[in-house]
């Protein structure tokens, strides 16, 4: 009956990995956070969900509908005792659903720091304290005053409230719309990679175009479905673009960030559209533009100037002019939003513009009027399609099976026999068509990482805006190409060690100078490969880690002993185990309560690596090691009997046939192999596997060294065949202690591959 | 499930008349339901693996695709039969923890394809023990000959998908 639900403990992991992610003001997240937790809601949640934490959820969900309804204040304070709240669900899943009442009042206590009363008795009893709290947050209509009492940083919430007037007309044709929200994602991505771009190379006229010819198609189409509102928002917009064309005013930092911020705002209506699609008309909400309208006449009327600014130390500056405050941008309003400005509207990022004075390279020159082709500058992007995973994986298996029956073609035994030379040519040509079309099929998996990366210059632009320090990140390798599978995966982690470096490592500038460091601060991104594996470096010329204060807390964890003696290379590593995420901070290290270890399990699920190493005052390096894909395995097929296996050629250190002098014994059983000066143990691996064996003597027969997780053994096989790379396959629902998996042989067998971690562990046991 | 099944059987079959694929394990006549066979291959060379129950013969290679194998006598406790050519894989498609997967059932032989229709249709014999008769819908007489119609969601989902469970 479990089928379809995860396991409770990778949903709280999602949900912590998601709420380190939150940024004040970045209320898709939170609706993400929202998804998650109603899967653990009572009636939705898996039958094996403890009570407790089902009721934890509830009360949880209507702490996070008071985040977004604005009645809760969008501050990254109460996000982190949100975290916290995720750390005692976690605590609780830990235990079974059975927590102590300390891990119970500890998360009342968060609860109540948020702004959301709970008692713990109602998480153990009736769970009608949860509903309570829903219907609290269904009465939105707070003042906006209160508003920003409750939050002084009160960014930039965007609370949409729900529609009053009749809905739309734009729901006569689907078909169309559901093109257009497609549509309308590609190009508002575009839109954001061109503007960071053009932040690079301002003059460039290629990439101001780039960014206006997509305004100007959702502005047409969205005009033809009779979506009003992002009509003329990308109207307003498009209009603003065209001044920067025509050489009517420069394409300043001004004119980005509302590019930018509009960007943002077009997402949300249509992924509003687009849940409107798919659940029905209520869920319409009509969002308020008038500030952003405001604000692109505004710029358009004060001509090439950039508008004033406001220093970052008040990010909620009294009156700038372009402020979005609702109750300026009401005279403004026509009548379809004027029922969305009584609920407290506080549209996206209003202080952007007031943050620019204090952001690098910021102001950005005039370009130049020329407009080149539309034509030249298509070019750049280069043509693809979507295809369909499935079908991809499809042409991968079946040039797999091309590729091994060419190979039992050649092999037969009347075929091999004739001796034509047109026969061998042709086979030869045969060949190269065939590997070369392995390759190109195993290449359209493969996706370059820039894609990731662009969206690490953005995060790091806003949060060097938030934080007020100043950042350069600097890209290397964004070229490298990476397993369109693993893309999406890694995404999670990378942000939370960008934030991490930029939060933590970096120091705002005026400390930076005080040690004599430029007082804009570095942040490396680099990928490159290595090896068959894939190296995605985070470096910055912070802090770097405490190391006296990680062993000081590790030893209060009693994660090490006082008498351990660890290098600094290790204790640093101790910040990727669970222990260190738990409540209290160590300020220059952890962020939300919950930590790197979450970090550390993403990379892990990909077959990867993640460490640190760190120098205090100078800085600290993340590498992150992962597989070039996960499709494909480096291994070395081993006969054993008549089985065949395949060992991962990373994990092999060298294989040998062993000497008598080298092999010893203890009490007659655990076996051992003198390995250059270190005794290693000897795993038969026909025992553990239950087949027959040719060899049964150990010096007969050959051994291969491996290592895993620090623990070398010695595997004893009867023959090597051969180095191969194999692509994995799972056992189509077989899930085998030591076997990671299968793959298909040159000969169309299977054969399968070893799980060293588990004919380890397998051993021990 | 459980229940479906119940009321299935109490319907006299009414719900199980349709197209069945029958083969034969020993002198005893199988059917499975026409619309989760996906083929029938002849019997290839299979993979062991390890730390498997021994119905489970291994994996083979479907066309690119691993699939397990499972051998029908040994799932019911019948004598094995060495494999000859008669021997069949029957591949069928049944719904996994989060996709359906495919599963190999060794037979001695595939027969033909029945219409067999509810009035044919019988509840499964009480032999005692239940966990006999549960992987049974039902039994068909067709043709003269009783066919024992299995539940393939049963079949295959104790020996394969419950491992992984496990």
């Given at each position: ?9 990778d949903l ?81 899943a ?52 209160a508003c ?31 093109g ?14 061109n ?18 010819r ?35 005013r ?104 007031a ?233 220059d ?5 919950v ?55 990373i ?12 092999y ?57 065949l ?20 299968g ?23 | ?30 059917g ?52 000859d ?37 019988e ?30 969601d ?13």
């Amino acid at each position: 009956m479990a089928a379809g639900h995860k396991p409770l403990s990778d949903l709280l992991d999602e949900m912590a990995l998601k709420i380190l992610m939150i940024e004040p003001g970045d209320l898709s997240i939170v609706g993400e956070l929202l998804d998650l937790i109603e899967k653990l809601l009572p009636g939705q949640a898996a039958a094996d969900t403890p009570m407790v934490i089902q009721r934890m959820a509830a009360a949880f969900k209507g702490a996070l509908e008071k985040f977004i309804m604005g009645e809760l204040a969008d501050s990254a304070e109460n996000y982190d005792f949100l975290g916290q709240c995720i750390t005692e669900m976690q605590e609780s899943a830990r235990k079974e659903g059975r927590p102590g009442e300390k891990i119970l009042e500890q998360f009342c206590e968060n609860m109540k720091k948020i702004g959301f009363s709970l008692q713990p008795s109602a998480l153990l009893g009736a769970n009608d304290a949860a509903s309570a709290g829903m219907d609290k947050a269904g009465e939105a209509a707070l003042g906006e005053d209160a508003c920003a009492v409750a939050s002084p940083q009160i960014d930039s919430i965007q609370a949409q409230a729900p529609a009053a007037e009749a809905l739309p007309d734009f729901l006569q044709d689907t078909d169309l719309l559901a093109g257009f929200i497609e549509e309308a994602f590609e190009h508002l991505e575009s839109i954001e990679v061109n503007v960071l771009e053009l932040e690079q190379s301002p003059d460039d006229q290629d990439i101001i175009n780039n960014i206006f010819r997509p305004f100007h198609t959702i502005k047409g189409v969205s005009g033809f479905l009779n979506l009003k509102t992002i009509n003329r928002l990308a109207h307003a917009t498009e209009n603003l673009l065209d001044d920067v064309r025509n050489g009517k005013r420069s394409m300043d930092s001004a004119v980005i960030d509302i590019v930018l911020t509009v960007g943002d705002a077009l997402k949300s209506m249509v992924e509003n559209i687009k849940d409107v699609l798919q659940n029905g008309p209520a869920n319409y909400k009509d969002t308020d533009i008038s500030g952003f309208l405001a604000n692109i006449t505004q710029l358009q009327e004060g001509g090439g100037e950039a508008p004033s600014v406001e220093p970052v130390s008040a990010p909620v500056a009294d009156s700038p002019p372009e402020i979005f405050e609702p109750e300026e941008a009401e005279p403004l309003a026509s009548e379809e939003e004027a029922e969305s400005v009584a609920a407290p509207s506080r549209p996206t990022p209003p202080t952007r513009a007031a943050q620019v004075a204090a952001a690098p390279r910021a102001e950005l020159p005039a370009g130049p009027a020329a407009r080149p082709s539309a034509d030249s500058a298509q070019k750049k992007i280069g043509a693809s399609i979507k295809v369909d995973v499935e079908k991809l994986d499809a042409l991968v298996n079946a040039v797999g099976e091309l590729v091994i029956m060419q190979s039992l073609v050649r092999q037969n035994k009347l075929v091999s026999r004739i001796a034509d030379a047109k026969l061998t040519k042709d086979f030869s040509q045969l060949t190269r068509i065939t590997s070369e079309l392995q390759r190109t099929a195993m290449s359209m998996r493969m996706v370059p990482i820039k894609q990731t990366f662009d969206k690490m210059i953005r995060l790091v632009r806003d949060l060097s805006k938030k934080s007020g320090k100043k950042v350069d990140l600097i890209m290397e390798g964004a070229d490298t190409e990476i397993d369109r599978n693993m893309v999406e995966s890694i995404y999670d982690p990378l942000v939370h060690m960008m934030r991490n470096s930029v939060d933590h490592g970096i120091s705002p500038p005026a400390e930076r100078e005080k040690v004599g460091k430029p007082e804009t601060g570095t942040v490396f991104l680099r990928a490159y490969q290595k090896g068959g594996s894939m190296m995605i470096e985070i470096e910055d010329d912070g802090e770097g880690l405490n190391t006296q204060k990680i062993r000081k807390k590790a030893i209060e964890r009693g994660l090490v002993s006082e008498s351990d003696n660890l290098s600094d290379f290790e204790l640093n590593n101790l910040i990727f185990l669970p222990g260190f995420s738990t409540a209290d901070k160590i300020t220059d290290v952890s962020g939300r309560g919950v930590g790197m270890d979450v970090v550390k399990k993403a990379v892990e699920k990909l077959r990867g690596k993640v460490d640190v190493q760190s120098q205090p005052g100078k800085g600290s390096l993340f590498t992150i090691r992962l597989p070039l894909t996960l499709a494909i395995i480096d291994g070395i097929i081993v006969r054993v009997g008549t089985e065949r296996y395949i060992i991962p050629t990373i994990a092999i250190q060298e294989s040998m046939r062993p000497d008598r002098t080298n092999y010893s014994t203890v009490h007659g059983r655990g076996e051992n192999l003198l390995v250059r000066g270190e005794l290693v143990p000897i795993i038969r691996l026909y025992e553990i596997f239950g087949v027959e064996s040719t060899n049964t003597d150990p010096c007969e027969a050959i051994v291969v060294v491996v290592e895993n997780e620090g623990r070398r053994r010695a595997l004893m096989v009867d023959e090597l065949l051969g180095k191969e790379e194999v692509v994995i396959k799972n056992l189509g629902g077989l899930d085998v202690p030591g076997v990671a998996g299968g793959t298909i042989l040159g000969d169309g067998r299977v054969g399968l591959i070893l799980d060293l971690a588990g004919v380890i562990a397998n051993k021990t046991d | 499930m459980e229940a479906v099944n119940v009321a299935q059987n109490l319907g006299q079959g009414a719900e199980l008349a349709g197209k069945y694929l029958t083969f034969s394990l020993g002198n005893e006549g199988y059917g499975v339901g026409i619309l989760s066979v996906r083929e029938i291959i002849g019997v290839m060379e299979i993979t062991a693996v390890p730390h498997t129950p021994s119905y489970i013969r291994g994996v083979i290679n479907l066309r690119g695709k691993v699939i397990p194998v499972l051998d029908l006598r040994l799932k019911f406790s019948m004598n094995h039969k060495e494999y000859d050519e008669r021997t069949c894989i029957i591949v069928v498609e049944v719904q996994g923890q989060t996709a359906p997967v495919q599963v190999g059932m060794v037979v001695d032989s595939v027969s033909e394809v029945l219409n067999i229709a509810a009035g044919e249709i019988e509840p499964p014999p009480s032999l005692g023990s239940s966990s006999e008769t549960e992987n049974i819908l039902g039994m068909a007489k067709a043709k003269g000959e009783v066919k024992i119609l299995l539940d393939v969601d049963k079949v295959v989902g104790e020996g394969i998908l419950q491992q992984l469970a496990s």
